[in-house]
């Protein structure tokens, strides 16, 4: 996928950025505050429906104005045209529209801009709890397969459902078995799809990440990455088997979840264990590690994304730089001129590291951007 | 506001309550009826007072109709074998739309969902199990594609299990008429796995 154009209004301090895009290597540098990130989250909201930083749609209105908008074109590797216009009104929700239709939900574009996102925010995946582990898996796998990104919107909504039933059990103010027990169905049903959806995927993902974990992060350590799903032996993954044996968690927490109000088994409570040298990453890995193990788990979703989807990804790296020593920097960027990926890069320096020749320089201030040499 | 008046701003206010109809459009439908005559200002609020007097719900399948029971539960015509459910009245003008059912409805008015506090007592799903007697031979459970949609789906069906009546649901799939290649890949998806011999 190549992006040709961006145009920003009333993203953070941009009040309205045009941007032409290289097809190789963009580098955007300045000041910490100037706008660059900004213009990798406005690819990241086309891409995924929603930046990488933790903030609300609202928070992403420039002061003073009362929407954003950001307008992109790109075009396929066998060339095919694709528009995609996303806006958000204060109060509002969000508005998206592509060259498929009018009136999108975030899951009818997500995956069609493939993007892969390394950012030191996400150094949760390897040191954090489940739940940032699971973000990353559910991201992954949203791009890669509408299906999955339909059963994991149905999830909350079904958990949304069936605890609001069990809050009212609580309270005692309304029960229905026989709805508790289509909630309960429909949870095993969908908690099912999604759990064989994510055993098979990690394992094609697993032998991905060990190789590049081997040969871009160049960790000399046997690392690992696996599924631990909540409840569930591993050894038992066909989707049939999995809806049976949550009902009988379910038949099992029955009388908990009652006095609790709430769901206490399902896909939302899984972990994948990230292994390194035979122990899990979170005690065992130095500093070190945890930036090789991320780095190899980012290369390894591009390789992933690129094959499943038959289409290149886009690489968006915010900050990187200044996080990884010079050797594992050349790495990462001679994987990407290897693959032959559109790079978007922030830097505060652009004499950081050795960027490729060809790359297209652009300085942000005060929330402008300018083609530089 | 003081350039306005409180009659105008009355009728914003009733228009903007109305579902899809935003504050600006509802300014926009005020001032477009100011400027009709008197006639069919008269016309239209007279309409809107006999839509409330006259219409209401048939005793036996909950469709709005001015004559109970409605003129398809009364038609000898129709197939008194067969219940098509569906969750609102525009549903049944949908299906009807097609000209290939004969059978009845049932009109349930919504959807389970207990997050918003609806619960299967606030629908017309006891009426429908009532409704089920030795003449019924197949109740179609033709609900909304989404979560709410199905949990009322697998609840009718359970609700209905003990009467032996046979329980079938619409389809989903591939819309007719457009090319594979644009049907989306969730659908898609889902219409592999409930592939029929041929
Ligand atoms: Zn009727």
């Given at each position: 996928m190549?992006?040709?154009?961006?145009?920003?209004?009333?993203?953070?301090?941009?009040?309205?950025?045009?941007?032409?895009?290289?097809?190789?290597?963009?580098?955007?540098?300045?000041?910490?505050?100037?706008?660059?990130?900004?213009?990798?989250?406005?690819?990241?909201?086309?891409g995924l429906s929603?930046?990488?930083?933790?903030?609300?749609?609202?928070?992403?209105?420039?002061?003073?104005?009362?929407?954003?908008?950001?307008?992109?074109?790109?075009?396929s590797?066998v060339?095919a045209?694709y528009?995609v216009?996303?806006?958000?009104?204060?109060?509002?929700?969000?508005?998206i529209?592509s060259s498929f239709g009018?009136?999108l939900a975030p899951k009818d574009i997500i995956g069609e801009l493939p993007?892969?996102?390394?950012?030191?925010?996400?150094?949760?995946?390897?040191?954090?709890?489940?739940?940032?582990?699971?973000?990353?898996?559910d991201a992954l796998l949203a791009q890669a397969s509408k299906r999955y990104a339909e059963e994991a919107v149905n999830?909350?909504?079904?958990?949304?459902?069936?605890?609001?039933?069990?809050?009212?059990?609580?309270?005692?103010?309304?029960?229905?078995?026989?709805?508790?027990?289509?909630?309960?169905?429909?949870?095993?049903?969908t908690?099912?799809e999604i759990?064989s959806r994510?055993?098979a995927f990690?394992?094609?993902?697993?032998?991905?990440?060990?190789?590049?974990?081997?040969?871009?992060?160049?960790?000399?350590?046997?690392?690992?990455?696996?599924?631990?799903?909540?409840?569930?032996?591993?050894?038992?993954?066909?989707?049939?088997?999995?809806?049976?044996?949550?009902?009988?968690?379910?038949?099992?927490?029955?009388?908990?979840?009652?006095?609790?109000?709430?769901?206490?088994?399902?896909?939302?409570?899984?972990?994948?264990?990230?292994?390194?040298?035979?122990?899990?990453?979170?005690?065992?890995?130095?500093?070190?590690?945890?930036?090789?193990?991320?780095?190899?788990?980012?290369?390894?979703?591009?390789?992933y994304l690129r094959d499943i989807r038959s289409e290149?990804p886009?690489?968006?790296?915010?900050?990187?730089?200044?996080?990884?020593?010079?050797?594992?920097?050349?790495?990462?960027?001679?994987?990407?001129?290897?693959?032959?990926?559109?790079?978007?890069?922030?830097?505060?320096?652009?004499?950081?590291?050795?960027?490729?020749?060809?790359?297209?320089?652009?300085?942000?201030?005060?929330?402008?951007?300018?083609?530089?040499? | 506001?003081?350039?306005?008046?409180?009659?105008?701003?009355?009728?914003?206010?009733?228009?903007?309550?109305?579902?899809?109809?935003?504050?600006?459009?509802?300014?926009?439908?005020?001032?477009?009826?100011?400027?009709?005559?008197?006639?069919?200002?008269?016309?239209?609020?007279?309409?809107?007072?006999?839509?409330?007097?006259?219409?209401?719900?048939?005793?036996?399948?909950?469709?709005?109709?001015?004559?109970?029971?409605?003129?398809?539960?009364?038609?000898?015509?129709?197939?008194?074998?067969?219940?098509?459910?569906?969750?609102?009245?525009?549903?049944?003008?949908?299906?009807?739309?097609?000209?290939?059912?004969?059978?009845?409805?049932?009109?349930?008015?919504?959807?389970?969902?207990?997050?918003?506090?609806?619960?299967?007592?606030?629908?017309?799903?006891?009426?429908?199990?009532?409704?089920?007697?030795?003449?019924?031979?197949?109740?179609?459970?033709?609900?909304?594609p989404n979560?709410?949609?199905?949990?009322?789906?697998?609840?009718?069906?359970?609700?209905?299990?003990?009467?032996?009546?046979?329980?079938?649901?619409?389809?989903r799939g591939v819309p007719?008429?457009s090319d594979l290649e644009f049907a989306d890949e969730a659908t898609l998806s889902r219409a592999l796995e409930s592939r029929?011999?041929?």
């Amino acid at each position: 996928m190549l992006l040709r154009s961006i145009i920003l209004e009333n993203l953070r301090n941009h009040e309205h950025t045009s941007i032409e895009f290289g097809t190789g290597v963009n580098v955007f540098y300045g000041l910490n505050g100037t706008g660059k990130t900004t213009v990798l989250e406005a690819v990241a909201i086309a891409g995924l429906s929603k930046t990488f930083l933790p903030t609300s749609d609202a928070g992403l209105i420039r002061r003073g104005a009362d929407f954003y908008r950001i307008s992109i074109s790109a075009v396929s590797d066998v060339d095919a045209p694709y528009k995609v216009v996303v806006q958000y009104r204060m109060g509002g929700r969000k508005i998206i529209g592509s060259s498929f239709g009018d009136n999108l939900a975030p899951k009818d574009i997500i995956g069609e801009l493939p993007i892969v996102v390394l950012s030191p925010d996400f150094k949760d995946i390897t040191f954090g709890a489940p739940q940032d582990r699971r973000r990353f898996i559910d991201a992954l796998l949203a791009q890669a397969s509408k299906r999955y990104a339909e059963e994991a919107v149905n999830l909350k909504k079904i958990l949304r459902q069936r605890n609001a039933l069990l809050a009212q059990a609580k309270m005692r103010t309304y029960f229905d078995t026989g709805l508790f027990a289509v909630l309960t169905e429909y949870l095993a049903q969908t908690g099912a799809e999604i759990i064989s959806r994510r055993a098979a995927f990690l394992q094609e993902f697993a032998p991905v990440f060990r190789e590049a974990y081997r040969t871009i992060a160049e960790g000399g350590e046997e690392v690992n990455i696996i599924y631990q799903p909540d409840s569930i032996n591993n050894a038992e993954l066909d989707k049939g088997n999995i809806a049976q044996r949550l009902a009988e968690t379910a038949e099992k927490l029955r009388g908990e979840e009652l006095r609790r109000g709430v769901t206490l088994f399902g896909p939302q409570k899984d972990d994948a264990s990230i292994i390194i040298g035979g122990a899990p990453a979170r005690d065992a890995a130095s500093q070190g590690q945890h930036k090789s193990l991320l780095i190899g788990l980012k290369a390894a979703e591009f390789m992933y994304l690129r094959d499943i989807r038959s289409e290149t990804p886009m690489a968006l790296f915010d900050d990187i730089f200044s996080e990884l020593d010079a050797r594992r920097s050349a790495n990462v960027l001679e994987m990407i001129r290897d693959s032959k990926a559109q790079t978007f890069i922030t830097t505060t320096d652009k004499d950081k590291a050795i960027f490729p020749a060809g790359a297209a320089y652009f300085y942000a201030t005060g929330g402008t951007i300018t083609q530089t040499e | 506001m003081h350039y306005t008046s409180e009659s105008i701003e009355a009728v914003v206010e009733l228009f903007a309550g109305l579902p899809s109809i935003g504050r600006k459009t509802a300014r926009r439908l005020a001032f477009f009826l100011l400027r009709q005559p008197d006639e069919t200002v008269r016309r239209f609020s007279e309409a809107l007072a006999q839509l409330k007097a006259n219409v209401r719900f048939c005793s036996i399948c909950f469709n709005f109709t001015e004559k109970d029971p409605c003129p398809i539960c009364s038609s000898a015509k129709r197939n008194r074998t067969i219940i098509c459910v569906v969750e609102e009245p525009n549903d049944v003008f949908a299906i009807e739309k097609t000209g290939e059912y004969r059978g009845l409805y049932h009109v349930l008015h919504g959807a389970i969902n207990p997050l918003d506090g609806v619960g299967p007592n606030d629908l017309k799903i006891a009426e429908l199990v009532a409704r089920v007697v030795d003449e019924v031979e197949e109740v179609i459970l033709a609900l909304d594609p989404n979560v709410e949609g199905e949990v009322t789906t697998q609840y009718i069906a359970r609700s209905l299990k003990p009467l032996n009546v046979k329980v079938t649901r619409i389809a989903r799939g591939v819309p007719i008429g457009s090319d594979l290649e644009f049907a989306d890949e969730a659908t898609l998806s889902r219409a592999l796995e409930s592939r029929i011999a041929v």
